[in-house]
């Protein structure tokens, strides 16, 4: 399996992962985009209100769980979308 996205960059797989860094899955399923960009500029990027707000995206599984809290920080996927 080639371990590069579309611009070259080698992509960290969990057992590649420096310890306490979060990845954003997505990119191990689709890739990633540009390294510049974020994902809280993203269209698919929302906040779940509940008694707090948590960062979700539309393109992962949802569910009320921190373990699919989306991190704005993370660097955008191949499927990323500016907002408008």
């Known amino acids: 399996m080639n371990n590069t996205d579309l611009f ?16 954003n899955p997505m990119i ?12 809280g500029g993203c ?5 779940k209100t509940l008694a707090n ?8 599984k949802c569910t009320s769980s921190p373990s699919t809290d989306h991190s704005s920080q993370f660097p955008v996927c191949s499927l990323y979308e500016p907002k408008n």
């Not at 070259?8 to 990845?23: D, S, W």
């Not at 540009?34 to 994902?39: E, G, L, M, R, V």
């Not at 269209?43 to 906040?47: G, K, L, P, R, S």
């Open 8 to 23: 070259g960059n080698q992509i960290l797989l969990k057992n590649q992962r420096v310890k306490g860094q979060r990845i």
């Open 53 to 60: 707000k948590y960062p979700k995206c539309s393109k992962r």
């Open 28 to 39: 191990t399923y689709y890739g990633a985009g540009s390294p510049d960009i974020k994902c």
């Open 43 to 47: 269209a698919f990027h929302y906040f």
